[in-house]
């Protein structure tokens, strides 16, 4: 099998062309069927979070142990001498990665993935960096999306709550939009999609339009991909008023397709009911589970020139 | 006598001609003109054969750097560089908008990590309708031409 992914750097969902996305999900599937893989067997990978996120760097964990991996790094910048001694990134990677095969880097400052694999002498992963990127949420939502529909051509993806600073939101719409999928979106107008995502969306001819309530979206949509309005970015009342208008119970589900499915990047505080968890709509926690298959098929393609089949 | 500019020629430097009318101003404090000891001559609102009105700079004893000049291009794209020795102009070249720009202005992100690590700023210019708009290379936000270069 041809593999362009082989050694290189992932650091924006952008770099990734439909025919490598489509590979990565492909593989996701094939690892996630298949009973026992070493795909990893004698890699060294460094796990290196300058910040915490703890279900991002236990599902990268995971995956590289699941495939025979050895995992070595830290899960926070605070505990370790990088930070406490002020050594620079660029210093720091190319020290790291003289020690292992890849680097996984999660780091508050957005392009510091982008810096790092321009000091590192073996592939970066990006983890995660600040508001700006975290191309591994993208792929397991993508591989989701696939997993639950079949195909990735030719949806309707409904994006619900904040839309305006959520990163997943910005990387899945760039990434779907290489698929000819559309695209509703339900927001609060401050939280609304940004205008640099919309004009891309418009010069890849992709089909959009703002709604106004769940009865807009809900009998069209393929998935619905909910996000978090936070208080914090409104007044106590306000938020009060505009949270009700954007929480998902079951008694919005009225007249769904029967393949709706509903997606959310967690963690949920209440914009998705749990009443809503023991629908067959519900694809969220299978979402989240999917991220180890998703992080499985990214180090497998990047650490392998060609994959032998468990 | 009367159709003459009034602007005193060079015996030997720089000419920044074509400037739109209200740029020259802005062309003076990106590059620092005003900050060194090189004589410099302007004229705002002259008339020209192109626009209505043109600014025009001349700056003695002193050639634009490669740097300089995109960042004149990102201002003043339809200027024109005339380079004068012994009081002619021996050469001449027009502003050409670079298609990105290296090590020359600082991220506006204040949360880019080029803004902390022994890197060149790099940014990928974009055009759409009349606007320019600069693409980090880093934290891959766009900013306005006139964000990045804080005027």
Known sequence: ?310 | MANKLMVEAIRTGTVIDHIPSGQGIKILKQLHLIEGKQKITVGFNLPSKNFSFKDLIKVENRLFSEHEAYQLALFAPSATINVIEDYKVIDKFKMVIPDAIEGIFSCPNSNCISLTEPVKSYFSVKQTNNAIFLKCKYCEKSFNKEIVAGV
């Open chain 1, 1 to 310: 099998m041809s593999n362009p992914l082989f050694q290189q750097h992932i650091i924006s969902i952008s770099d990734l062309t439909r025919a490598q996305l489509e590979l990565i999900i492909t593989t996701a599937e094939q690892l996630k069927h298949a009973a026992k893989h070493d795909a990893l067997k004698n890699k060294v990978i460094a796990s290196c979070f300058f910040e915490p996120s703890t279900r991002t760097r236990l599902s990268f964990e995971t995956a590289i142990q699941r495939l025979g991996g050895t995992v070595i790094g830290f899960d926070s910048g605070t505990n370790t001498s990088l930070g406490k001694k002020g050594e620079t990134l660029s210093d720091s990677i190319r020290i790291i990665s003289s020690y292992a095969d890849a680097v996984i880097i999660r780091h508050p400052k957005e392009g510091a993935a982008r810096l790092a694999s321009e000091f590192s002498s073996v592939p970066i992963i990006n983890g995660g960096d600040g508001s700006n990127q975290h191309p591994t949420q993208t792929l397991l939502d993508l591989f989701s999306i696939y997993e639950c529909q079949q195909r990735l051509d030719n949806l309707n993806i409904a994006f619900v709550g904040d839309l305006k600073y959520g990163r997943t939101v910005h990387s899945l719409a760039q990434a779907l939009s290489l698929f000819n999928c559309q695209f509703q979106f339900l927001s609060p107008s401050a939280l609304a999609m940004p205008d640099y995502i919309l004009a891309e969306l418009n010069e890849r001819h992709v089909n959009f339009q703002t709604c106004n309530n769940f009865e807009e979206i809900i009998p069209q949509a393929d998935i619905i991909y909910m996000t978090r309005v936070q208080k914090e970015r409104f007044d106590e009342t306000e938020y009060q008023h505009i949270a009700a208008k954007y929480i998902l119970g079951k008694a919005q589900l009225t007249n769904p397709k029967s393949n709706m499915k509903i997606l959310h990047p967690l963690p949920r505080v209440d914009e998705i009911d749990v009443a809503v968890d023991e629908t067959r709509y519900a694809y969220y926690f299978e979402q989240a589970k999917n991220g180890v298959y998703a992080r499985e098929a990214l180090l497998s393609l990047v650490l392998n020139q060609s994959l032998v089949k468990g």
